[in-house]
């Protein structure tokens, strides 16, 4: 049976890059060998990395003075590596859920932490919206989808200091003003190729400012002077995220993905919205996430949560059961999720509407 894949991460991908990378598991680049057992520094790999780096830049517009890099440790390590390299003394971060928190918590390691606004409040069902960022942090760090309570922030923000982000979820789901951010990261295994691989775009004029001594293998600066090969880079994972990358070029890039990720979300919203059986955990439209919906039976109806579930199961549908903290329902409906998966799940609903 045809499966339709709603998990988080690792989630979905195009056809595609799964094709390519079954290929390259027997014969990579006509070499006779297995993706997985070159050199990363032979000439084959270096243009599969050459090209991803690339492509990246060229479907995310990212303006010169800008070094992209694939790394390892997933965007956790992230929430480390930023404050390590650029936090001199405080730093203020929207608090936005769990990611958010957990990000918060390492910086704690290197200085001050401000929390500029949080959504707990509501069990993070909202973006906070009207907050002040202190004249004197060295960036504000955001979460621009927040996989787990299934909000989005779907603009670029100005802001008057640094911004740094952690688009692990939504990044490639719609073009974004990178020249407005000094820092982005996200691990890959959310809408870009399987988990082993975190992608970092940096703005090289905002490193080497702290006067922190950085140990070698976390200090960016080293992964930007090496090109992301200063040791074994996760080669399979890279391999796959080029595959993607290539199979979004050729489908119309980001602005492309865009239109669909919100007809793809129009449709589902609009069925949550309708469906009595059903309430989307985020009430404000504006908020609601294009990459994670997440929803719970209506009051009244909560009894009825494991038999949509097992009638959703036999119809294929797999990943739907909501994080632990959220509860009900998530389906994530990433860049490679096709239109038709969300289809079913809308006509499951109507048909379980109409059994009770
Ligand atoms: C999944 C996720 C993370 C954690 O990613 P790892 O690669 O597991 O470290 C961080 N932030 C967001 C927004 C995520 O969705």
């Known amino acids: 049976m045809k499966k339709h894949n709603f998990y988080a991460g690792p989630s979905v991908l195009p056809e595609y890059t799964k094709q390519k990378v079954a290929e390259a598991a027997l014969d990579f680049a006509g070499t006779g060998l297995s993706v997985m057992e070159v050199s990363h520094r032979?000439?084959?790999?270096?243009?599969?990395?050459?090209?991803?780096?690339a492509l990246v830049k060229e479907l995310l517009n990212v303006p010169e003075g800008y070094s992209v890099l694939f790394l390892q440790g997933g965007a956790s390590l992230q929430f480390l590596m930023v404050p390590y390299n650029l936090m001199k003394a405080k730093a203020a971060y929207l608090n936005t859920g769990a990611w958010a928190s957990k990000a918060m918590k390492e910086a704690q390691f290197f200085g001050e932490v401000v929390e500029v606004a949080s959504s707990k409040d509501k069990n993070f069902n909202y973006i906070p919206k009207s907050y002040e960022v202190p004249a004197d942090v060295d960036y504000l760090h955001i979460t621009t989808n927040n996989t787990i309570f299934g909000t989005e922030l779907k603009s670029d923000p100005d802001v008057p200091v640094r911004l740094v982000a952690d688009m692990s979820s939504d990044i490639f789901s719609r073009p974004?003003?990178?020249?407005?951010?000094?820092?982005?990261?996200?691990?890959?295994?959310?809408?870009?190729g399987p988990s082993g691989a975190t992608l970092v775009i940096?703005?090289?004029?905002?490193?080497?400012?702290?006067?922190?001594?950085?140990?070698?293998?976390?200090?960016?600066?080293?992964?930007?002077?090496?090109?992301?090969?200063?040791?074994?880079?996760?080669?399979v994972a890279v391999f796959a995220c080029l595959q993607t990358l290539k199979w979004l070029k050729e489908n119309g890039g980001v602005a492309e993905m865009e239109k669909v990720n919100i007809a793809k979300a129009d449709l589902l919203y609009g069925e949550l919205d309708r469906n009595k059986l059903f309430v989307p955990t985020v009430p404000a439209a504006e908020d609601r996430s294009r990459m994670n919906v997440t929803f719970v039976m209506a009051p009244g109806y909560e009894a009825l949560e494991k038999e949509f579930l097992d009638l959703a199961t036999a119809k294929g549908m797999v990943g739907l059961k909501g994080h632990r903290s959220v509860g009900g329902f998530r389906a994530s409906t990433y860049n490679a999720l096709p239109l038709e998966s969300v289809q079913a799940l809308v006509d499951a609903m109507k048909e379980f509407e109409a059994i009770h």
């Open 176 to 192: 974004i003003d990178v020249a407005k951010y000094d820092l982005i990261y996200a691990g890959a295994q959310k809408n870009l």
């Open 202 to 235: 940096v703005k090289d004029d905002v490193l080497g400012k702290t006067g922190r001594q950085i140990p070698t293998m976390l200090d960016y600066q080293i992964h930007i002077k090496n090109e992301s090969m200063f040791n074994t880079p996760s080669t």
């Open 42 to 53: 032979g000439k084959e790999f270096v243009a599969v990395m050459d090209e991803a780096i």
